[in-house]
């Protein structure tokens, strides 16, 4: 029994580890009360500022995604309306992910009303991260260049997209195809229409590209 009485006595006396930590925080709160109510104030307004900032940009994102959404309803519908959506989107979204994208769309814009020089401006200046969107922009490069008769400079871009393994379509085929007759290069357009008929068999531009390769090897054999 005088042992039991002992042992309780120490328990009492001595504390375990994690009793002794908790003294010693409670200890510490109450000389620090005030530097902890401070901080506790700070981490209160930073978590009040992240999630208004966080609300805030997905707010600007959701805008900027209806915006963009208007701007290429407008430009398929060929609406007067277009540029200026597209005008907005640049000034009031430029550093949001859609600018690069609303970029493109005023590159296409002034392509489709013919303004070239323009176009192609925007094309090189308009710097993405996304390889699809720069492979379209190579495209529509390589579009002006044939449209100003430009023909080697619109074999380089195409060329190189081949070789770079980009984003390739039937579009790709024809206009290196067309820019290789416009050259002189009749050899090389038959290769690519052939190449074209082989690869993308169910293209519904397979029946023109064939009529074209039998022309030319017509007239490669006179």
Do not use: C
């Not at 290429?72 to 540029?83: C, D, F, I, K, Y």
């Not at 023909?151 to 790709?172: N, P, V």
């Amino acid at each position: 029994m005088e042992k039991g009485k002992i042992s309780v006595r120490r328990e009492l006396r001595e504390p375990d580890a994690f009793m002794k930590t908790t003294y010693k925080v409670l200890d510490y709160a109450r000389a620090h009360r005030k530097m902890l109510t401070a901080v506790a104030i700070l981490l209160a307004a930073v978590l009040i500022t992240s999630i208004g900032v966080y609300q805030y940009t997905s707010n600007r994102k959701e805008k900027a995604e209806r915006a963009l959404n208007q701007a290429l309803l407008a430009l398929e519908q060929q609406s007067a309306e277009t540029g200026k959506l597209l005008e907005k989107i640049d000034k009031e979204y430029r550093n949001t992910a859609i600018a690069p994208v609303a970029r493109y769309l005023t590159a296409n814009y002034k392509f489709r009303a013919g303004q070239l020089a323009e176009a192609a401006n925007i094309y090189r200046e308009n710097r993405v991260d996304d390889r699809y969107l720069e492979d379209i922009q190579r495209m529509g490069l390589a579009a002006i260049d044939f449209q100003e008769k430009k023909f080697d400079e619109a074999i380089a871009i195409l060329e190189k997209m081949q070789t770079d393994q980009s984003f390739i379509t039937e579009d790709t085929y024809i206009l290196l195809a067309l820019s290789y007759e416009k050259s002189e290069k009749p050899e090389k357009a038959v290769a690519t229409y052939e190449n074209m008929i082989q690869l993308l068999p169910n293209s519904f531009l397979r029946p023109w590209a064939e009529e074209r390769l039998i022309s030319l090897k017509n007239q490669l054999k006179s």
